[in-house]
């Protein structure tokens, strides 16, 4: 079972492989093929709970897919997304939320959405024995300030502010940092400056790993972000499988002998 010090101790020698799961079938997949760190991502809420963002994810809802995820996986590093407001509102809630993604439901670590507002919060977090993995760069719940999801850290000014938060949150005692949507350069510059991994997503091919939402990468997004890439295409298979199911019931060959039984003991009944 790798810790959050196996994650830190492969920056920079072998790159570091992040999906999102949110469902027990799911994480055995990514688990069984080797994927480093499992994410129960916010994500859940656009790609499985049909919001329109990630804003109306609940603990609730995170304790609930992290759960199902952690019970499913034996070797990745399983990590909860803390959602929207459930920390930096209020400390000794922030805490008790993600406390209880790892005392409760068998997750690993927690990742926060970061900015300033984080540095204090992450120290807190680490010092209690909560491991945190800070994000920077495109924060989806930011949403409604950014008005969409545009890249981040394009002028001097925004990436010399990545920079430092990111070193404020290395301070602080994360164990690995998610940099979304920056330019690759700005990455590589943040993945050279601290020695926790980075780990990126639209951020170019040199931080320490890369992630990507798991609906995203098999091919089951309706619509992907244009820094994806789908490897498969699951959507396909699953409409394929799900016409083949139709077409048999409507033309009557399921259920055919062989998923039916008999029962001979009513046959004088029937
Ligand atoms: O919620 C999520 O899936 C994420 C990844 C895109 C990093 O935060």
Avoid at 152 to 176: M, N, Y
Avoid at 178 to 185: G, K
Wanted: glycine share 8%; charged share 25%; net charge negative.
């Amino acid at each position: 079972m790798p810790t959050v010090r196996d994650l830190r101790a492969k920056a920079g020698e072998e790159p570091i492989t992040m999906l999102t799961a949110y469902d027990a079938p799911t994480a055995a997949i990514v688990d069984e093929v080797g994927v480093d760190v499992v994410l129960v991502g916010d994500s859940v809420g656009n790609t499985t709970l049909g919001y329109e963002t990630t804003l109306p994810v609940t603990v609730e809802d995170t304790a609930r897919h992290v759960g199902a995820v952690a019970r499913a996986t034996e070797e990745a590093l399983v990590v909860a997304d803390m959602p929207f407001l459930s920390f930096g509102v209020d400390e000794r809630e922030s805490l008790e939320n993600a406390g209880r993604m790892l005392k409760e439901e068998g997750a690993d670590a927690v990742k926060l959405e970061s900015g300033p507002h984080t540095v204090e919060l992450t120290e807190k977090m680490v010092n209690l024995g909560i491991p945190v993995m800070a994000h920077l760069g495109l924060t989806p719940q930011h949403v409604n300030q950014y008005g969409g999801y545009p890249r981040q850290g394009t002028d001097p000014e925004a990436a010399e502010r990545i920079v430092d938060l990111a070193e404020a949150h290395e301070e602080a005692g994360a164990f690995s940092l998610v940099l979304e949507h920056v330019p690759s350069n700005l990455a590589r510059e943040v993945t050279e400056t601290i020695d926790v991994p980075t780990i990126g997503i639209g951020a170019g091919p040199d931080c320490d790993g890369q992630v990507l939402v798991f609906h995203d990468a098999v091919g089951l997004s309706e619509w992907s972000p244009s820094f994806s890439k789908q490897f498969g295409d699951v959507r396909g298979e699953m409409l394929s499988a799900v016409e083949s199911y139709v077409e048999a019931v409507e033309e009557g060959s399921f259920p055919a002998a062989e998923h039916s039984h008999e029962e001979a003991d009513l046959d004088e009944l029937y």
